[in-house]
């Protein structure tokens, strides 16, 4: 039997590319050159909200740091191991 239209496009052989291979983007390119190539690509419309967002990322680094630096009321590690174990045992003896 003949092979079908559909069975003879499913297994037709890949058409050869005329086109030469394109050369690569990175060669010959200095770090700094290959970084000012990805600035150009960023739309101009974005730089105030990278702007805006990087500062408001850098304040909550900083407003974190240093409320965990200079306040000394926050406990950072457990204290009184003996009474959380106590009041753990009594927790558990209330329960049986």
Partial sequence: MFA??????AFRQTPRMMRP?????QAAHTVSQ??????KTIPAELWP???????AVSAAIYSIT???VVD???RLKR????ADAHALQAAHDEKH
């Fill in 4 to 9: 079908s239209r559909v069975a003879r496009q």
């Fill in 21 to 25: 291979i394109p050369k690569e983007e």
């Fill in 34 to 39: 290959r970084l000012r190539m990805r600035v």
């Fill in 49 to 55: 909200l990278g702007v805006v967002v990087g500062f």
């Fill in 66 to 68: 240093r409320h965990l």
């Fill in 72 to 74: 000394k009321t926050i």
């Fill in 79 to 82: 204290q009184n191991r003996a």
